[in-house]
């Protein structure tokens, strides 16, 4: 029985879970998102004093950060649910003049109907689109949160709402070009042969580790990525000395003041929950640069390789969770203190 995913039951298992849960949890969440928004703008001045917004929907820049990250992150479910897709199907498809199966894991039939598929394409610029949105939303929110702890009274503050959307957009087109960018030129170097090299193109990921150009390519996205959390982290302590200083000040509301606090702990449990799915991605990729040969040559990275794939979309499903479980305990907040 042939399968895309080499029968390795740990990764079919987890682009089933991932995807279903990525997108059943970020469908809740958009449409949350949305439904909290139109209702807030449907308040009038009577309703002032009944209608008690949720502290994470009152804040409009934040709220635009959280949706999109929603919508990158369905985008990375969608990735694993055509692979899983891909893999179910092809266990039972045909291939080749007289319709017979194939059982070779290794055949080309299979990497040949799969990797050169639409749906292939289609998948891969989820993936990094999904993947370049994260890591930029990410750093945006831990941006945003220092800006709004540092400048709580500002009336004009440098992360407005109208320039929150302009970078999101701009995040967005530079994730679009990056994907079409990496499509053509899988399509331009399509190869006619497998080599251990392509081990997991059937991954719809990146082209041949093999090519200098990829791994070079590969090493500058990592690079990029470890420099953006870098900024995540530097942007998270300067926020929590700022907020040690201005605990007992009366520059704002104590009741805000815990909202800020508990919106600023919910955009660490993100980066920090994403950065422990995505730290053993890009260590290899980095290893990859280093040393191919090694890394590729082992049989136990082959093994897990998937797996590691799958796992530097796991945000498409732990980051609903996280949005549910501070809207919830900001709901309850809100009630007590109201």
């Known amino acids: 029985m042939v399968s895309i995913l080499y029968n390795n039951s740990l990764a079919i298992g987890m682009s089933w879970i991932l995807s279903l849960g990525g997108l059943l949890g970020n469908i809740v969440v958009i449409s949350s998102i949305i439904y909290n928004s139109k209702k807030a703008s449907k308040i009038t001045v009577c309703d002032v004093q009944k209608f008690k917004p949720n502290p994470v929907m009152r804040n409009r820049t934040f709220t635009a950060l959280l949706f999109h990250l929603a919508c990158s992150d369905f985008l990375?479910?969608?990735?694993?649910?055509?692979?899983?897709?891909?893999?179910?199907?092809y266990r039972y498809a045909s291939f080749g003049q007289n319709n017979s199966r194939h059982d070779n894991v290794s055949d080309t039939s299979v990497f040949i109907y799969w990797y050169s598929h639409p749906f292939c394409y289609i998948a891969r610029c989820c993936n990094i689109i999904a993947t370049f949105q994260s890591i930029y939303l990410t750093t945006l929110i831990a941006i945003d949160r220092y800006y709004k702890i540092t400048n709580p009274l500002s009336l004009k503050p440098k992360l407005s709402l109208k320039r929150i959307l302009l970078l999101i957009m701009a995040g967005w087109v530079i994730a679009f070009t990056i994907a079409v960018i990496f499509s053509i030129y899988a399509y331009l170097t399509f190869p006619r042969y497998l080599t251990p090299y392509l081990y997991y193109h059937n991954l719809c990921g990146f082209d041949s580790v093999g090519v200098y150009y990829v791994r070079l390519s590969l090493f500058i996205i990592s690079m990029a990525g470890s420099i953006f959390y870098l900024t995540i982290l530097i942007s998270y302590i300067l926020t929590m000395y700022k907020l040690?200083?201005?605990?007992?000040?009366?520059?704002i509301t104590r009741r805000n003041n815990l909202v800020e606090r508990k919106l600023l702990y919910m955009a660490i449990f993100i980066g920090l929950t994403n950065f422990l799915l995505w730290f053993p991605a890009i260590s290899t990729a980095i290893a990859t640069f280093i040393n191919y040969k090694g890394v590729l040559g082992n049989a136990v990275f082959l093994q897990f390789a998937a797996s590691l794939f799958f796992l530097f979309q796991g945000n498409c499903v732990v980051n609903p969770l996280i949005y549910f479980f501070f809207v919830l305990k900001c709901q309850w907040f809100t009630c007590k203190t109201c």
């Open 76 to 89: 990375g479910a969608m990735y694993l649910l055509i692979i899983a897709s891909a893999d179910l199907h």
């Open 244 to 251: 040690q200083q201005i605990r007992t000040s009366l520059v």
